[in-house]
């Protein structure tokens, strides 16, 4: 298709040094122009049955060509997944399933991000990275009501209470953020086992290798030096020029 970007990308999730269970679920999608990121929610019944489902509603089924269509059939699949996680949780539990998504959708020369929960998102362009999410924590609330700043979220004991995630109530809000694609953008999705303990100063000087898989390994590897104590999962997604100009 002329004009549209060619795709290279990299993924992998890793247990990390102190869990002995992965409760994150990535998915690639390359052919679809769609990744996702999926974190189990810890502390609930089976965050990894959550994440490997919420992986599944994706990985069998081919998204529309069109970009708004596409943007829209995520969302509903957000929606439904959520009320599968919903309906499959035990009612007279207090502990559902849930899982955090964190989808990137790539269409001609246009994208967009659509999260529910901490598992972030970010675009690296001409050298500088950009948090594209914002964490759906009860700390991030706080900051975006002025009553804590970023630096002392970051240090906060209760910063990764989840104010939203799939499959915890019965109804969830999916925000959405779009734009166009540039040439030589690349994308980051990853779970809060990487942004944890890996700044994200590091991270950019990490992306900046050129090699997706090799930059993928080095942040894995960041984090076990960090100490690794939550699973981590990463996927890199490369904009490169097309034959025949962009
Ligand atoms: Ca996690």
Sequence with gaps: MSGTPLIRNAGSSDPG???????????????????????GMGGHERG???????VAGFAACSLPADFESAVQEVANRFYQINHQLWEAG???SAAHMGT???ALLIRDKRFAVLWVGDSRAYIFRSGGLFQLST????????????????????????????????????????????????????????SDGLTGPVDDNQIRIL?????????ARSL?????????????????????PPTGGF
């Design 17 to 39: 040094l102190k869990r002995s269970v992965n409760e994150d679920s990535i998915l690639l999608h390359e052919d679809h122009g769609f990744w996702l990121v999926a974190d």
């Design 48 to 54: 990894d049955v959550a994440s490997q489902a919420a």
């Design 90 to 92: 035990d009612p007279a």
């Design 100 to 102: 955090t998504a964190v």
């Design 135 to 190: 964490d759906h924590t009860q700390v991030q609330e706080l900051v975006d009501e002025g009553i804590l700043t970023q630096e002392d979220a970051r240090n906060h004991p209760m910063s990764h209470v989840l104010s939203r995630a799939l499959g915890v109530a019965p109804a969830v809000q999916v925000d959405i953020v779009q734009d166009q694609l540039e040439v030589g953008d690349r994308f980051l999705l990853c």
């Design 207 to 215: 992306l900046g290798n050129p090699d997706p898989h090799a930059a």
């Design 220 to 240: 894995i590897a960041a984090a076990h030096d960090a100490g690794a104590p939550d699973n981590v999962s990463v996927i890199i997604v490369d904009a490169l």
